[in-house]
Nanobody
Framework: QVQLVESGGGLVQAGGSLRLSCAASGRTFSNYAMGWFRQAPGKERAFVAAFSRNGITTYYTDSVKGRFTISRDNAKNTVYLQMNSLKPEDTAVYYC?????????????????WGQGTQVTVSS
C-alpha cells in the first residue's frame, strides 16, 4: 500500500510559479511510476506529467511542455511538479499518482494509488 499526500497548491497570478510536492509513504517508491494529473471543474481528470518506473524518463502533456518540470527525490520519497509561466487554464485540482507496473504513463486507469489533490488557481 502506498499513501500519497500532495501539498503546495494555492492562488497565483498568471505568469507566476508554484511547486507542488507529493510525499509517498508505505512503500519504497523508487520503482514506481509517478504521475501528476489535474481535473478542472466539469472536466475529466487529465494527464500532466510523469516519471517512468526507472525514474529516468519524463513525460509531459503538450500544453505544459517547457513550463512544467517533474522531478523526484527518492531519498525523501517525494515527487515534485515545478510549474512556471502559469496560465488561467492551468487552474485545476492537481493529483499525484503512483503505479508499480505501468508503461502507459498518461492513462489514469493505470495508476493504483492517488493522493487527495491540491487546488491550483491561476488568476488573470
Amino acid at each position: 500500500q502506498v499513501q500519497l499526500v500532495e501539498s503546495g497548491g494555492g492562488l497565483v497570478q498568471a505568469g507566476g510559479s508554484l511547486r507542488l510536492s507529493c510525499a509517498a509513504s508505505g512503500r519504497t517508491f523508487s520503482n514506481y511510476a509517478m504521475g501528476w494529473f489535474r481535473q478542472a471543474p466539469g472536466k475529466e481528470r487529465a494527464f500532466v506529467a510523469a516519471f517512468s518506473r526507472n525514474g529516468i524518463t519524463t513525460y509531459y502533456t503538450d500544453s505544459v511542455k517547457g513550463r512544467f518540470t517533474i522531478s523526484r527525490d527518492n531519498a525523501k520519497n517525494t515527487v515534485y511538479l515545478q510549474m512556471n509561466s502559469l496560465k488561467p487554464e492551468d487552474t485545476a485540482v492537481y493529483y499525484c499518482a503512483a503505479s508499480r507496473y505501468t508503461n502507459n504513463y498518461s492513462y489514469r486507469s493505470e495508476y493504483d494509488y492517488w493522493g487527495q489533490g491540491t487546488q491550483v488557481t491561476v488568476s488573470s
